[in-house]
């Protein structure tokens, strides 16, 4: 029996895969670029493919016995904003090429990451649920639509999609240039290199971030819960200013230069406003456990080890 990570050589998959490890299971990588994991993929099982190629995937179902998938290949921001139609072709076709086939296969679960910025930067938080979505980015409005399209299979057909809208996910192996917002990536990694960082925001920017730990964990609870069929549930971040993390990062790092010159009203002042806590946080564990420092700490030490 095995488990499938679509995107599995990507920041978070490679992280969840390692993790996964430990189920007993065989743990199968499918990603468009395995090479940049081949030297510490140990105990993983790769292959090279393409979600928005619907029969490259199916050889791959052939191929291994799965029960679970987590489907996380897709690209992010701002390469969906340069390019929609190839955003659409790889976060939307992709995903319904992934429902499809796990539904052909006989697959029970799919856990899926979506996104706290399915809501607008012009509505005032907290968010529930049950709030209408606004998305401004091609990314979010496709979060959105694959939310939809996991709804449907699970309605039709016999598979229980479980989607997450996470925050800003941080940590090692995360590239800094993607995202909504790369600063508290860039923060720490530059910091990490003894090189200055000048960040083009106001200093009380404040954004919600968890840490790539409990976002995994966050993943396999999901994945792990017995009584839940559909779901799309928002995850809480712990909500920090830029000058919060710059200083959090001068404590770890004494010499580090962070610097604030904002460029422009950029626009993550506004967005991710925000995510309710949930009724459910309790039951299902959404929302990260750990605080600044101790993000900064283990985000900090690994860059450091891995430099
Ligand atoms: N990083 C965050 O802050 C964040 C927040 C919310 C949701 N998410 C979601 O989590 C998932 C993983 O994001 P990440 O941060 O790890 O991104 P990432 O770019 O590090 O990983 C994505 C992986 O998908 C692979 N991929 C891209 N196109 C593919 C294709 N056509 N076929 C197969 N593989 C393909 C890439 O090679 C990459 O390894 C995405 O769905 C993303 O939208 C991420």
Redo the contacts with the bound molecule.
């Keep these: 029996m095995a488990i499938l990570i679509?995107?599995g050589?990507?920041?978070?998959?490679f992280h969840l895969a390692e993790r996964l490890l430990e189920a007993e299971k065989k743990i199968v990588i499918?990603?468009?670029?395995i090479d940049k994991i081949k030297e510490e993929a140990e105990g993983l099982i790769l292959e090279q493919?393409?979600?928005?190629n619907i029969k490259s995937l199916e050889e791959v179902f052939e191929k291994y016995d799965f029960t679970d998938v987590f489907h996380?290949?897709?690209?992010?921001p701002p390469l969906t904003e340069e390019d929609p139609y190839k955003a659409f072709k790889?976060n939307v076709e992709?995903t319904m090429n992934v429902l499809k086939t796990a539904c052909k296969f006989g697959i029970k679960t799919m856990i899926y990451?979506?996104?706290a910025t399915v809501f607008g930067p012009d509505r005032k938080p907290p968010f529930t649920e049950a709030d209408l979505h606004d998305p401004w980015t091609v990314y979010s409005s496709f979060k959105i639509c694959t939310e939809i399209i996991g709804s449907i299979y699970a309605k039709n057909f016999d598979i229980n999609f479980r989607a997450v809208r996470?925050p800003?996910?941080i940590g090692p192996g995360?590239?800094s240039f993607?995202?909504i917002t790369p600063y508290p990536t860039q923060m720490v990694e530059e910091s990490v290199k003894g090189k200055p960082y000048t960040a083009e925001i106001p200093p009380d920017t404040k954004l919600p971030i968890i840490y790539v730990d409990d976002a995994v964990q966050i993943l396999i609870n999901l994945w792990r819960s017995k009584d839940i069929n559909f779901e799309i549930i928002n995850v809480d971040g712990l909500w920090v200013t830029a000058k919060e993390i710059a200083d959090g990062i001068k404590k770890i790092i004494p010499s580090a230069e962070i610097t604030f010159k904002p460029v422009k009203n950029v626009y993550v002042q506004q967005i991710l406003s925000g995510v309710k806590k949930q009724k459910e946080e309790a039951k299902y564990g959404l929302k990260g456990k750990r605080l600044l420092d101790e993000i900064l700490q283990e985000y900090i030490s690994r860059s450091s080890d891995e430099k």
Excluded: H, M, Y
């Design positions: 679509t995107g050589a990507g920041f978070i998959g499918f990603d468009l670029n493919g393409d979600v928005s996380l290949a897709a690209i992010l790889i992709g990451p979506s996104s996470f800003i996910v995360r590239k993607l995202g």
